[in-house]
């Protein structure tokens, strides 16, 4: 196995003997922690870092699923060939399509190559349609306070800043104020919600779906909310965290995570307030890191572990988006990682750098996406 040289970007600029003991320290507990930590599909060729808490050692490079089709996954059999180890789904992802898919992967034997994790899509969604119903039917004066609530949260968070939203997809503000709406409108008008139905029994209900249609009987991992947006959405739901210890005790479900785009600073500082989650997978990358770095240090120090996704997207829109790409954001990773790698490239490396970073989820469309990326794992980060 080539052995990650990751240390966390501050020590690239700490020069002398001290910083020198610290990257020699922080390699013997890598080496101590990598010896514990729970393997599969070993790779010589693949580089592999412990996943907080859960000990799972998965891969640098790990496969989004959001293409993943009973029609598009042989790559992702080239990719785990090739030591990658964890695989990323959600029933959102392609109407189903994307866990169907991914059930050819790991049909029988295969499923115990690979780390898997699967989302509860459903449950943002179907909160925010409960709480728009309620807000529709308050009086005009009603609603304006509540989008005051909104505005202030918005601004307390900065989270419309351009550099920390970064707009990796189409109605991601739109989800944002839906969410922040929600929580203003839950915590003056949650009674009117059956919460046990609403918030614990339709996450049991598609972890179960989740696990027909992957054909397998347990998850290595469970993120909900997925693309939580907020530190509240993770901090003021006991029926979540009452859900996950039905699912872990039956055995469906091995550890308890979350997705965020938006805010990933602070929902990432509220799953380490919640005591609850082993990992999370958010938005970090070279344009956002300014919002996320706190969050990183204090996720770092409660051993939560985190996947870094959304990575390229704020400099470089994908290869068939048609979108031109940000020359500021573009200039930002040209200067930061110099050389001749693609832009894209450019980003997984400069994320791979951060010590508090386990992997960097990379949506692996094709077989030429899988050949671009996977050799960054273990690259020189230099």
């Given at each position: 196995?080539?052995?990650?040289?990751a240390v966390n970007r501050r020590e690239f600029v700490r020069g002398g003997s001290a910083a020198a003991l610290a990257v020699a320290l922080e390699a013997k507990a890598a080496s101590k922690s990598e010896a514990a930590g729970e393997w599969r599909n070993r790779n010589p060729d693949m580089a592999y870092r412990r996943l907080g808490r859960t000990n799972y050692m998965v891969s640098e490079i790990v496969c989004g699923g959001n293409t993943i089709a009973p029609d598009n996954f042989r790559h992702v059999e080239?990719?785990?060939?090739?030591?990658?180890?964890?695989?990323?789904?959600?029933?959102?992802?392609?109407?189903?399509?994307?866990?169907?898919?991914?059930?050819?992967?790991?049909?029988?034997?295969?499923?115990?190559r690979v780390f898997l994790n699967t989302k509860v899509s459903v449950w943002g969604s179907n909160r925010n349609a409960i709480f728009k119903a309620i807000y529709d039917s308050l009086a005009g004066s009603e609603q304006?306070?509540?989008?005051?609530?909104v505005s202030e949260e918005l601004e307390r968070r900065k989270a419309l800043d351009p550099d920390h939203i970064c707009h990796y997809f189409g109605g991601q503000e739109g989800a944002l104020r839906a969410s922040l709406l929600?929580?203003?409108?839950?915590?003056?008008?949650?009674?009117?919600?059956?919460?046990?139905?609403?918030?614990?029994?339709?996450l049991l209900a598609s972890v179960d779906s989740s696990l027909r249609a992957l054909g397998t009987d347990y998850l290595d991992l469970l993120m909900v909310p997925h693309g939580a947006n907020s530190a509240y959405e993770v901090t003021a739901f006991p029926e979540i965290f009452e859900a996950f210890e039905t699912l872990r005790k039956a055995g469906k479900v091995?550890?308890?995570?979350?997705?965020?785009?938006?805010?990933?600073?602070?929902?990432?500082e509220g799953a380490v307030e919640s005591g609850q989650y082993s990992a999370a997978m958010v938005a970090y990358n070279i344009v956002n890191h300014s919002y996320v770095d706190a969050a990183l240090d204090r996720a770092q120090a409660a051993d939560l572990g985190v996947i870094a996704m959304k990575v390229a997207r704020p400099c470089h829109h994908g290869r068939d988006h048609g979108l031109p790409n940000d020359p500021r954001r573009v200039a930002m990773i040209e200067q930061a990682v110099p050389g001749e790698l693609s832009v894209p490239q450019k980003c997984y490396l400069w994320v791979l750098r951060d010590a508090r970073v386990a992997a960097v989820n990379s949506e692996l469309k094709n077989s030429a996406m899988v050949a671009d990326n996977l050799p960054l794992a273990g690259a020189k980060r230099a």
């Open positions: 196995m080539s052995t990650p040289q080239e990719a785990i060939e090739r030591g990658l180890n964890y695989l990323d789904t959600a029933p959102a992802y392609g109407r189903g399509r994307s866990e169907l898919g991914y059930a050819k992967v790991i049909a029988g034997s295969k499923r115990e304006a306070k509540v989008q005051s609530k929600s929580n203003a409108m839950e915590r003056k008008y949650g009674d009117r919600v059956d919460r046990p139905s609403e918030y614990r029994d339709r091995r550890h308890f995570g979350l997705s965020a785009h938006s805010d990933p600073g602070g929902v990432l």
